[in-house]
Structure formats: C-alpha cells, structure tokens
Antibody
Framework: DVQLVESGGGLVQPGGSLRLSCAAS????????MTWVRQAPGKGLEWVATIKDGGSDKYYVDSVRGRFTISRDNAKNSLYLQMNSLTAEDTAVYYC????????????WGQGTLVTVSS | QSVLTQPPSVSGAPGQRVTISCTGS?????????VHWYQQLPGTAPKLLIYTNTNRPSGVPDRFSGSKSGSSASLAITGLQAEDEAYYYCQSYDSSLSGSRVFGGGTKLTVL
C-alpha cells in the first residue's frame, strides 16, 4: 500500500524557517512527481509546489516562490519542503501527495503536518 | 478567491441525488485540461474521488460520477448516504502560470 508520512511541522515565529519531510513507501518513489498542498485552518485546499520525478523541474504558487524550496532524495524515498521567511499566512496543514504529472492530479495523500506561524 | 468556482454548500436528503458544479475559464477547464474531484471527510486528509473528468479510482462507489462541458464540470452523487457528508473540491491545471495546479474553494455537502 502507498504510504506518505509527513513530519517537521510545529510552531515557528514570523520570519523563521522550517523544513518539512515526507517519507514515502509502497511505490516506486523515483518515478512519481510529488506535490505539497496546504490547508489553512477552516479554509480550502491550496497547491503549494510540485517537483518532477527526477527533481530537475520545480513549480511553485506565486505566494511562496522565492521563500519555499521543494526537493527530493530518491535514494531515501523522501520529499522535502524548505520554508523560509514564514508569515502568519503560511499557517496551515501541509500535505504531501503523489502527482500524476501530465494529468495534474493527486492520487495519494499523506495525513498532513501542521505548521503554525505565530509569535 | 479561488481560480475555480464552486458553490459553498449543497444539501440533500438520504437517497436523493445532488450535484456540485465547478466553473473555470479558458485557461483551465475551458482549455481542455481535465477536472478532478476530492472528498475530505471531517478531520481527515483529502481523498481522490474522480480523476480526468469521469474516472473513479478503485474502491470509489459508482454513486459518484463526474462530467465536464466547456469551462465547467460537475460532480454528481446519487443515493445520498450519511457518510457522504464532507467537503468536496474540484481541481484542474491552469496554463496561465507554469505548473499551476488549481483548486476550487470547496463545497460542503450536508446530508439532511
């Protein structure tokens, strides 16, 4: 079975940094595009970033471009999201998901990790 | 303001049929990009419900169906059950920005 387990969330001060991880198992990680999606408290889903299977190409929503970096380690079956210059608007549950590349949908999701940006 | 527009809420009695609309534009649904639907039960992660407009992943009941026409799409749920009460999100791709996957704002389905 596909399993995605996020970690690294927590409380961080405005302007701070945090690195999220997503451990993948049950599928050939290196052949899948991967995506981060977030959900602010009481709000809807927002796509954050996507990385191609080989890691060469990365895409970001405008609101995080230049502050967040998506990366992956295919040898460790792991996905990462480095988040810098955090603001209160980044407070959300962050989900990692498998991304069906050219079809642009997310077929497996992790349980999410909560990031709270507050002083 | 979401790129894709959904009604905030819909409701129906057990056994009834409800539909949830998702309206886009010429840079996403109208540009022939597929529409996908997710179900989010209270306190849980989203789950893929319909992909590429009309397809159901294994395990999703055939009470759920999707359709697409022009710049809009719809999710239909027949034979409503209490456990269908959840948020439903449509999602597509928008060509106006590289790599942009986009979501609708979500629709809360209440089973009366």
């Amino acid at each position: 079975d596909v399993q995605l387990v996020e970690s690294g969330g927590g409380l961080v001060q405005p302007g701070g940094s945090l690195r999220l991880s997503c451990a993948a198992s049950g599928f050939t990680f290196s052949t899948y595009w991967m995506t981060w999606v977030r959900q602010a408290p009481g709000k809807g889903l927002e796509w954050v970033a996507t990385i191609k299977d080989g890691g060469s190409d990365k895409y970001y929503v405008d609101s995080v471009r230049g502050r967040f970096t998506i990366s992956r380690d295919n040898a460790k079956n792991s996905l990462y999201l480095q988040m810098n210059s955090l603001t209160a608007e980044d407070t959300a549950v962050y989900y990692c998901a498998t991304d069906r590349g050219g079809y642009y949908y997310f077929d497996n999701w992790g349980q999410g990790t909560l990031v709270t940006v507050s002083s | 303001q979401s790129v894709l527009t959904q009604p905030p809420s819909v409701s129906g009695a057990p056994g009834q049929r409800v539909t949830i609309s998702c309206t886009g534009s010429s840079s996403n649904i109208g540009a022939y990009y597929s529409v996908h639907w997710y179900q989010q039960l209270p306190g849980t992660a989203p789950k893929l419900l319909i992909y590429t407009n009309t397809n159901r992943p294994s395990g999703v009941p055939d009470r759920f169906s999707g359709s697409k026409s022009g710049s809009s799409a719809s999710l239909a749920i027949t034979g409503l059950q209490a456990e269908d009460e959840a948020y439903y999100y449509c999602q597509s791709y928008d060509s106006s920005l590289s790599g942009s996957r986009v979501f609708g704002g979500g629709t809360k389905l209440t089973v009366l």
